[in-house]
């Protein structure tokens, strides 16, 4: 089983990303699929998630307007549009996956925001 990300970096305020996570060793479209992430020192963030159809999605208050969880399950893979950046997004974003009792992390992507 593997959540491969990819996509962060460093960005200027107000800029934007797409964060990608590339899955394999499991059957993908039946997951849900969840973004988090986690700044120094402060706990682990739900971000967005999306239901394994890709019909359902919610995301953390912080984010809504400005972020867009999506997914290809052709493709196997997870996106994160992330628009409007601010400072307090700086965090390094991890991939989930969940079904049932299995639960899948990536190694995370850091995404920095700062002029």
């Known amino acids: 089983v593997q959540l491969v990300e990819s996509g962060g970096g460093l960005v200027q305020p107000g800029g934007s990303l797409r964060l990608s996570c590339a899955a394999s060793?499991?059957?993908?479209?039946?997951?849900?699929m969840s973004w988090y992430r986690q700044a120094p020192g402060k706990e682990h963030e739900l971000v967005a998630a999306?239901?394994?159809?890709?019909?359902?999605?919610n995301y953390a208050d912080s984010v809504k307007g400005r972020f867009t969880i999506s997914r290809d399950n052709a493709k196997n893979t997870v996106f994160l549009q992330m628009n409007s950046l601010e400072p307090e997004d700086t965090a390094v974003y991890y991939c989930?996956?969940?079904?049932?009792?299995?639960?899948?992390w990536g190694q995370g992507t850091q995404v920095t925001v700062s002029s």
């Open positions: 989930n996956a969940r079904y049932g009792l299995g639960i899948y």
């Open positions: 999306i239901g394994s159809a890709g019909g359902s999605t």
């Open positions: 060793g499991f059957s993908f479209s039946n997951y849900a």
